[in-house]
Nanobody
Framework: QVQLVESGGGLAQPGGSLSISCAAS????????MGWYRQAPGKQRELVAT???????NYADSVKGRCTISRDNAKNTVFLQMNSLKPEDTAVYYC???????????????WGQGTQVTVSS
């Protein structure tokens, strides 16, 4: 079993910055990709950014140029730096670990509990 523990988030003013992080713990062989998704009230969960093996990144168009995703493979931790925040960035941000391989070769997807990001003046 794998646990994803998120930290960071909170309240920021429009134009401000926030950083959130997520650490994976448990017993596993490797994680192919980690990333962030978000869900605003009344909306579906959507991709924010992902980072896969080899540091290949993927960003939603809505956050390109404003957010940077990075990963510490040694610590199985993913970071999201968010700049130039907008009120529409307000959402619960969920950490995702995709294709988490165990030692038998099976893989699974895991989600964190979510962390609230609120952008408001």
């Amino acid at each position: 079993q794998v646990q994803l523990v998120e930290s960071g988030g909170g309240l920021a003013q429009p134009g401000g910055s926030l950083s959130i992080s997520c650490a994976a713990s448990g017993t596993f062989f490797t994680i192919y990709a980690m990333g962030w998704y978000r869900q605003a009230p009344g909306k579906q969960r959507e991709l924010v950014a992902t980072i896969a093996t080899g540091a290949r990144t993927n960003y939603a168009d809505s956050v390109k140029g404003r957010c940077t995703i990075s990963r510490d493979n040694a610590k199985n931790t993913v970071f999201l730096q968010m700049n130039s925040l907008k009120p529409e960035d307000t959402a619960v941000y969920y950490c995702n670990a995709d294709r988490v391989y165990d030692y038998s070769g099976s893989y699974y997807t895991y989600w964190g509990q979510g962390t609230q990001v609120t952008v408001s003046s």
